[in-house]
C-alpha cells in the first residue's frame, strides 16, 4: 500500500511549529512549576537553563526534542525566558553550539521525565492499536496517522520519524486488508466460488456483465418493474450468501468494499487476485442482496400508491359525470319529501299523492340510481381499486412466494391474510369464504362481501394489499433482510444489554428511571403553562379567543414586518461594494486553501490514491456537478489537473455522497470558528425547511404533485440549516411526504462539530409525535406553525379549571396508557 500518504498540513506540523501557540496551549506545555525550575537550575549558565527549558516545553507539545532552537516561534521563548527571570533570550544562540550538550540534555529530559524510545514493547502496543482500528473501522491513514501521533505523545513515547510512522501504518492497514479478503474468500462453497465468477461474464440476452446487470436498480413504478425486481433480489438471493456468515466481520469494512465494488468496472475485478477478486465479489453479492430487496419493497410501495392515486382520479371521473343525475334524482325526491311536511294533507292519503306526482316505479329508479351513485362519508375510492385487480395480479404471485413477510403483535392479522393468499391465490376459486376477515374494515367491507354472503377474490385480494401498504409503512409488518422495511426493534438495545445502559441513558438525556415520575413532572408543567397563559390572556393583545365559530379558537396575530431604516440600506450598500467580483473556481480553491476540504476526498478503493493537484481536480468535478454544466466547459489539456481523462477518473473515485457529507463538515466547522459566525449564534439553534425539484431522470424516488411538479415527478431537498448561516445536513425526500418524519433524522445524522439542540420548522415539519420524540431523546422542538390557533390543545387533567382557555383544552391524554 501507498506510504506517501500524508497531506501538505500533516507533513509541516509532525514535529514542528506551525505558528504561534495560543494561551491556553502556553499554560499547558510550556508552564514550568517548581520541580521543573529545580530540574532545570542543575545547568550552568542562563543559555543552557532556558535551553533546557525549551526542550522540555517541545517535547511536551510537540512530542519530540528540536536540533534547531531558531524553529521555536518568538512567543514560547519569551514567555519561557520570562519564568525563568532572563530578560535577554539572545543567550539562547550559544546553547546550539555544542551538539554533545542537546544530546546530553535530552537523555536527561528523557530519564528525569520517563520519555521513552519508540521500541519494543511501546512498538507491539501502538501496532496493535492501529491493527484494531483498521480491522473494525478502516479509517483513512491519515486519520491512523494523528490517532499514532496522539497515542505516543500520551504516552510519552518520543515521536518517530515521520516515514516510521507512515510505513507501520501501511503495513497495518495491509494485514487487515489481507485478513479481510481472506475471511471472505474462505465463505463460499467450491460451488458458490464458481457461479460467484460467472457474473463477471455476460448475460445470453445481454452484452453486459451479470454484475452489471445487477447494479441497476429499477427506475420505473410498475408491476413488470417490481417483477424485474424481485428477479433481481432472487438472482443474488440464490448465491446463498448469508448474513449470518458474516457475524465476526466489520459491518464497515464490509460496506466499503461493497461500494467499491458497485464503482469499479468489471474488467478491474477481472484482473484482481484471486482471493481480492472472491473477497469483492462476496460483498457485492451480501450488498445489493439488501439492496435490491430494499428496491422492490419500494417499487411495491410506490406502485400500491399509484394504484390509490388512479382510482380515485377514476372516481372523481366516475362523480363528474354522475353529479347530473345525482342533482336531477336529489330534486325529484327533495319534491316528494316535500308532501310529508304538508300538515293539511291527511297520513292515510300522503303515499296516493305522492304517487300522483311521482309515479312508484319512477320513484323506485330514482332511489335505485341514488343509491348507485351516492358515496357514504367513509368511502376511499375503494370501489375504484377493486378494478384495479388487472393490475394486480400480475404482480401479486411473486410478492406471496417470493417475499417472507414478519410481523410484531399489532400486525397478526395482516400476516394471516398474507399466509392466507400465499396458499389460496393460484388456486381459481371466486369467493374466499374462509379467509381471515380481520383485516376488512367497514368501508371495505361492501366491496369484499356480495349481496350473497360470499367473501370476493377481488375485494379481498385489494383490501389485502391495502393494509399491507398501511402495516408496511407503519412496521407492523417487516421483512427480515431488507434495511429501509426491516424490524426497527432489532436496532434497539434490548434484554441485558439495555438493563446495563438503562441507567446511563436516562442520566444522558436528563430524564427520571421511573417513567410515572416522567409523566408527572410533564402533567405538572402543562398544568402551570395553562394558568399561566389564562392569566396573562387578557393583557396579550396579541391573542384573542374567537368564539364566533362553532367551537372556540385562539386567534394569533401575526408579527408585524420591521422597516428597514436608511442606515441599514447605507451599510448593506457599503459591505456589497465591498466584496470583489470573483470567478466560482476561484473562490473554491480559495477556500480549499483556508479550510482544506478537498482533503475530506478519499478514493473509493481506500487505497490512499494521492496525485498532484487533486484539490484542482476535486474542484472542476464539484462545479460541473453544482452548476449541471457537465465536465465538457473545464477541460484543458494543457493542465494535466484538468484533463478529461484526469476529471472523470476523479468524479468516478471521489465523489460520493459521504465524501460530500465530510467535506461539507469540513466547511461547517471551520465556519463555526469564524468571530463573525459565533456573534450570530454558537450552533445551539437550527432550522428546517424544503426545495421541491423536478427530476429529469426516471427513478423509482421521485413521486408525483401536480402543484409543485406538474405532470413530472419530483424530490424535496429538506435542508437544515444552523444559526450561524451553515448548511450542516440535507435530506432527499421522494415527492412531497409529509417533513415531520424526517426532522429528527437530520439531527441524529449530521456528521458536523455542531450540536443543535433546538430546531425551527414550518407546519409541514410539526406533528404532535415529533414533539414527543424530541422531548425523549432532550431537544426542543420549536415550530412555527401558520394556524396555530386551530391547533388541537390538550390536557392531562380533565377536572383541571383553567378559566377561558377551558373552550380550547378538548384534548385529553390519559397518562395511564
Known amino acids: 500500500m501507498p506510504v506517501d500518504f500524508l497531506t501538505t498540513e500533516q507533513t509541516e506540523s509532525y514535529g514542528r511549529f506551525t505558528g504561534e501557540p495560543d494561551e491556553l496551549q502556553l499554560a499547558r506545555y510550556f508552564h514550568l512549576d517548581e520541580a521543573d525550575k529545580e530540574f532545570i537550575g542543575k545547568s550552568r549558565g542562563d543559555h543552557n537553563r532556558l535551553g533546557i527549558a525549551l526542550q522540555i516545553g517541545c517535547v511536551r507539545f510537540l512530542g519530540t526534542f528540536l536540533t534547531d532552537m531558531n524553529h521555536i516561534p518568538s512567543g514560547v521563548r519569551h514567555f519561557t525566558a520570562r519564568q525563568l527571570g532572563i530578560r535577554d533570550i539572545t543567550v539562547l544562540a550559544e546553547y546550539g553550539q555544542r551538539e554533545n550538550t542537546r544530546r546530553e540534555h535530552a537523555a536527561l529530559i528523557r530519564q528525569h521525565y520517563q520519555y521513552r524510545e519508540f521500541a519494543w514493547p511501546w512498538t507491539f502496543r501502538l501496532t496493535r492499536l492501529l491493527y484494531t482500528r483498521s480491522w473494525i473501522s478502516n479509517e483513512r491513514p491519515g486519520l491512523l496517522f494523528d490517532l499514532a501521533t496522539g497515542w505516543l505523545m500520551q504516552h510519552r513515547i518520543i515521536l518517530p520519524g515521520a516515514t516510521t510512522l507512515t510505513r507501520l501504518i501501511s503495513e497495518v492497514r495491509e494485514k487487515a486488508t489481507l485478513r479481510l479478503w481472506n475471511k471472505l474468500a474462505l465463505i463460499p462453497s467450491a460451488e458458490q466460488r464458481s457461479q460467484l465468477e460467472m457474473l463477471l461474464g455476460p448475460t445470453d440476452c445481454s452484452r453486459l456483465s451479470l454484475l452489471e446487470s445487477l447494479k441497476k436498480g429499477p427506475v420505473t413504478i410498475s408491476g413488470p418493474a417490481f417483477n424485474e425486481a424481485i428477479e433481481r433480489w432472487k438472482t443474488l438471493n440464490d448465491f446463498g450468501l448469508h448474513a449470518e456468515n458474516l457475524s465476526t466481520l466489520p459491518a464497515v469494512r464490509l460496506k466499503n468494499l461493497a461500494r467499491y465494488a458497485g464503482m469499479t468496472s468489471v474488467f478491474n475485478i477481472a484482473r484482481m487476485s484471486p482471493q481480492k477478486r472472491m473477497a469483492v465479489l462476496v460483498a457485492f453479492v451480501l450488498a445489493w442482496e439488501t439492496l435490491a430487496l430494499d428496491d422492490a419493497l419500494d417499487v411495491l410501495d410506490a406502485m400500491l400508491a399509484v394504484i390509490i392515486r388512479d382510482a380515485r382520479k377514476i372516481g372523481q371521473k366516475k362523480r363528474l359525470r354522475s353529479l347530473k343525475d345525482l342533482d336531477k334524482s336529489a330534486l325529484a325526491l327533495a319534491s316528494a319529501c316535500s308532501y310529508l311536511l304538508k300538515e293539511e294533507t291527511p297520513d292515510e292519503s300522503i303515499r296516493a299523492e305522492v304517487f300522483s306526482y311521482i309515479p312508484r316505479q319512477k320513484l323506485a329508479e330514482i332511489i335505485t340510481l341514488v343509491r348507485e351513485i351516492a358515496r357514504p362519508s367513509d368511502d376511499n375510492f375503494h370501489e375504484e381499486m377493486v378494478e384495479q385487480y388487472g393490475r394486480v395480479r400480475r404482480f401479486l404471485p411473486h410478492l406471496l412466494n417470493t417475499v417472507k413477510f414478519s410481523s410484531a403483535p399489532a400486525g397478526v392479522t395482516t400476516l394471516n391474510a398474507c399466509d392466507y393468499l400465499s396458499r389460496e391465490f393460484s388456486s381459481r376459486r371466486q369467493f374466499f369464504d374462509d379467509a381471515p376477515t380481520e383485516i376488512i374494515s367497514r368501508s371495505w367491507k361492501r366491496l369484499v362481501i356480495n349481496k350473497e354472503k ?349 378559566g377561558v382557555l377551558n373552550d380550547i383544552a378538548r384534548g385529553q391524554s390519559d397518562p395511564r396508557k
Open 454 to 802: 360470499h367473501i370476493t377474490r377481488r375485494g379481498y385480494t385489494l383490501c389485502f394489499l391495502s393494509k399491507l401498504q398501511d402495516s408496511l409503512r407503519r412496521r407492523d409488518v417487516y421483512v427480515t433482510g431488507s434495511n429501509r422495511w426491516g424490524d426497527p426493534r432489532a436496532r434497539l438495545l434490548q434484554g441485558a444489554d439495555w438493563q446495563a445502559n438503562r441507567i446511563k441513558v436516562y442520566r444522558s438525556l436528563g430524564h427520571p428511571t421511573d417513567p410515572q415520575e416522567a409523566i408527572k413532572s410533564l402533567g405538572h408543567q402543562l398544568d402551570s403553562r395553562y394558568r399561566q397563559v389564562a392569566a396573562r390572556l387578557c393583557e396579550n393583545e396579541a391573542v384573542e379567543l374567537d368564539v364566533s365559530g362553532p367551537k372556540p379558537r385562539l386567534t394569533i396575530s401575526p408579527l408585524a414586518s420591521l422597516d428597514e431604516p436608511d442606515s441599514l440600506k447605507r451599510l448593506s450598500k457599503m459591505i456589497s461594494d465591498l466584496l470583489p467580483p470573483v470567478d466560482l473556481t476561484e473562490l473554491l480553491l480559495e477556500i480549499n486553501a483556508h479550510t482544506g476540504f478537498a482533503d475530506e476526498f478519499f478514493h473509493a478503493s481506500e487505497a490512499s490514491a494521492r496525485v498532484d493537484d487533486l484539490p484542482v481536480s476535486i474542484s472542476a468535478v464539484l462545479m460541473a456537478e453544482a452548476c449541471n454544466i457537465g465536465l465538457e466547459p473545464l477541460i484543458r489539456s494543457n493542465v494535466p489537473a484538468l484533463t478529461r481523462h484526469r476529471l472523470n477518473w476523479t468524479k468516478a473515485n471521489y465523489l460520493r455522497a459521504e465524501t460530500i457529507t465530510s467535506a461539507n463538515a469540513r466547511l461547517v466547522d471551520f465556519q463555526a470558528t469564524l468571530p463573525l459566525a459565533q456573534i450570530w449564534g454558537g450552533g445551539e439553534v437550527a432550522s428546517a425547511d424544503g426545495m421541491r425539484f423536478v427530476t429529469p431522470v426516471r427513478t423509482i424516488n421521485a413521486g408525483p404533485n401536480r402543484k409543485y411538479f406538474g405532470n413530472n415527478r419530483g424530490i424535496t431537498w429538506y435542508n437544515f440549516v444552523s444559526d450561524q448561516y451553515s448548511g450542516f445536513h440535507g435530506i432527499v425526500i421522494p415527492g412531497t411526504l409529509r417533513d415531520s418524519i424526517f426532522v429528527l433524522e437530520g439531527l441524529l445524522e449530521q456528521e458536523t462539530g455542531l450540536n443543535p439542540t433546538e430546531i425551527m420548522t414550518d407546519t409541514a415539519g410539526a406533528s404532535e409525535l415529533v414533539f414527543g420524540l424530541f422531548w425523549l431523546l432532550g431537544y426542543q422542538f420549536s415550530p412555527r406553525l401558520a394556524d396555530a390557533g386551530a391547533s388541537v390543545f390538550w390536557r392531562m387533567d380533565h377536572d383541571a379549571d383553567y
